[in-house]
Nanobody
Framework: QVQLVESGGGLVQAGGSLRLTCAAS????????MGWFRQAPGKERGEVAS????????TYTDSVKGRFTISRDNAKNMVYLQMNSLKPEDTAVYYC??????????WGQGTQVTVSS
């Protein structure tokens, strides 16, 4: 069992930065791939970034490449999403997820990110 709690969302102007944090509980965290997903109003939830259990492999959806960075600290059971050069189209609820890449098992409650133009 893994429990996930996101934080760090908020309102930011276009071009600004935010850092999302996901605090995980559970002894299996260090063996779990992790991911960040987002869902904008009227759209389906989609994967933003993922990171392997060791942190050695990361993937990003094309629209955030070069702007977002996913990282993890297994000693602290934390996953991060550094978001730079934010755009209004990045506005969404962002979710932390744990489990197999592409088909996570556990989800956080989500944190709202709003980017104003």
């Amino acid at each position: 069992q893994v429990q996930l709690v996101e934080s760090g969302g908020g309102l930011v102007q276009a071009g600004g930065s935010l850092r999302l944090t996901c605090a995980a509980s559970g002894r299996t965290f260090s063996r779990s791939a992790m991911g960040w997903f987002r869902q904008a109003p009227g759209k389906e939830r989609g994967e933003v970034a993922s990171i392997s259990s060791s942190g050695g492999i990361t993937t990003y959806t094309d629209s955030v490449k070069g702007r977002f960075t996913i990282s993890r600290d297994n000693a602290k059971n934390m996953v991060y999403l550094q978001m730079n050069s934010l755009k209004p189209e990045d506005t969404a609820v962002y979710y932390c997820a744990a489990g197999p890449i592409g088909d996570p098992t556990y989800w956080g409650q989500g944190t709202q990110v709003t980017v104003s133009s």
